[in-house]
Structures are given as C-alpha cells and as structure tokens.
C-alpha cells in the first residue's frame, strides 16, 4: 500500500512538473474607466474595439459622474476617469496637481424640450429665459411662446459635469441651485429618457443623446450641430476628457492612444461626439 502511495506521489510530482514546464498565456492587464455618463457611450464603444484588437489589457467603464470619477483615480481606485469638464482649481487644491489631462474630443450641451413643444413653436431660447425657467421665474410654455402648459424642469446631480458646465455657461455660477428644477436625473440617458417620455420637458444633455423624440433647440439663435460646435459657433461647446493622477499606467496609456488615434476618433464621430 505504501508502495502505491509513494508511485502516485511521484506521478503527480512528475505531471506538475510538465505543467509548470509548459508555457501559460498571461491574464490581461485590467484597466478600470469611472465618470462621466456623457463620455461613457465613446469609452465603451472604443473599449469595445480595443480589448478585441489586442490581449495585454481589458479595458471596463462604469459611469458615476465626473466628480465622481475624478475622486476615483485621486483614490487609486480607477485608472482614469472621464470628464466632461476640466479639473477646477478647487479640485487642485484639494487633491493636489498630479492630475494629467488628455482631451479625447468635443461635444455641446443640448437644450432640448419634448418633441410636443418643439412642434408648437419652442425652438429657439435665450440665455435669460433659459435662466429664468430654471430659476422658477418662468413656469408656463406659453411665457416664451409655446402652448398654455406647465413647464417640466429636468436637470443633472450634483457631481456631474454637464450640471457644472450647465450653470456656468447659463446661471452664472456652478454651484447655484435651480429652485425651477422639478426632476433631477443621473445621467444623460435619463434625461432623454424623462424628455421623450413628457409632453412639456425641457432639460440639457450631450448632443449625442439628441434624437428619439428629444428635440435640440437653438440657445441665443445657434442650434446645436455638429458644424455650429466644431467650428465654434454655439456658445455651449465643451471639451471631453480622460484623466489620470499621476502618470498613466502602461494599459491605461495603451487605451488613451487608441482613443487618440485614427481607430478612436472615427469610434469618438460615429458615436455622435466630434472628434477632437
């Protein structure tokens, strides 16, 4: 019995040993992706392409918001974090000025308003109404020359970069509130989401999300195309970007040239963003 014993100790020494021997395909590489709900449509469609293009690295993207994804790689928790606007210098002075900044295209904040609305004549506001209707100043449609209906006030979270842009460009201030505000959404996605399924919505989002009953409407005379944004023309133009803190790990530089490069920038066009 023990003879037995020892023999099949020493089988198995000797199978472990051609394992080890053989040769093992390395696990790729993670590279984790968290922030901003605008950005992350092109992240994925781009991770999408790149993980199947090579083996070293896996590329996963999770939306949570700008803030969100920023505080991510200050804690070493993500690798890069999407934005859809630039670190402020609040957040340098917080966290310190570690933080790289790679633009990875362009994009506008739509005003847009139910398809209901824009058929009844709302296709055009001002700065001022814009802020008005927000404030809770105007409430009814038919103040800016639309139907005799309730105006349905969608805005973004606190921590989101679109709100942030939002209030800058329009209020004057990112950190004023919108007493206007009725629903307050937690991603692009939901904002169209509530203004298509309304009859008297308007809310602001990326002009990739415009479509599918969600009208974009011109803000101080210019509509919000792709022409209009490229070449500057609509006030509300922003850059979109990936951030690192500190210097960017092999895989997470291996994703950012990609999303630079040729391959990525036509991804960055064909998922309604304008390449950079």
Avoid: H
Wanted: aromatic share 10%; proline share 4%.
């Amino acid at each position: 019995m023990v003879g037995l014993i020892t023999k099949i100790i020493i089988i198995l020494l000797v199978c472990l040993s051609f394992v080890s021997l053989s040769p093992c395909e390395a696990l790729p590489e993670d590279v984790t992706i968290m922030g901003s709900s605008t950005v992350m449509p092109l992240a994925e469609a781009a991770a999408e392409v790149f993980n199947l293009e090579q083996n070293d690295y896996l590329v996963s993207v999770t939306a949570g918001g700008t803030g969100a994804g920023i505080l991510g790689i200050v804690e070493r928790k993500y690798d890069i974090a999407m934005a859809s606007r630039a670190i402020t210098e609040e957040e340098k002075q917080m966290f310190g000025d570690s933080f790289q900044e790679f633009k990875i295209g362009m994009d506008g904040i739509s005003i847009a308003v139910s398809d209901e609305i824009y058929q009844e004549g709302v296709r055009d506001l001002s700065r001022d109404q814009v802020m008005r209707i927000y404030s809770g100043e105007i409430t009814n449609w038919n103040e800016v020359g639309g139907p005799d209906k309730d105006i349905y006030v969608i805005s973004r979270e606190y921590g989101s970069g679109t709100r942030d842009d939002f209030n800058e460009a329009v209020i004057g201030d990112i950190g004023t509130e919108s007493p206007g505000v009725d629903t307050v959404a937690y991603s692009g996605a939901e904002v169209k989401t509530a203004i298509s399924g309304s009859d008297r919505a308007i809310g602001y989002l990326g002009f990739n999300y415009l479509g599918g009953g969600v009208q974009g409407i011109a803000f101080n005379g210019i509509v919000p195309s792709y022409e209009n944004i490229k070449l500057d023309f609509y006030e509300l133009k922003r850059n979109l970007y990936f951030y690192t803190f500190g210097d960017p790990t092999p895989g997470a530089r291996a994703f950012i040239d990609f999303i630079l490069g040729p391959k990525g920038q036509k991804i960055a066009a064909e998922e309604g963003f304008i390449p950079d």
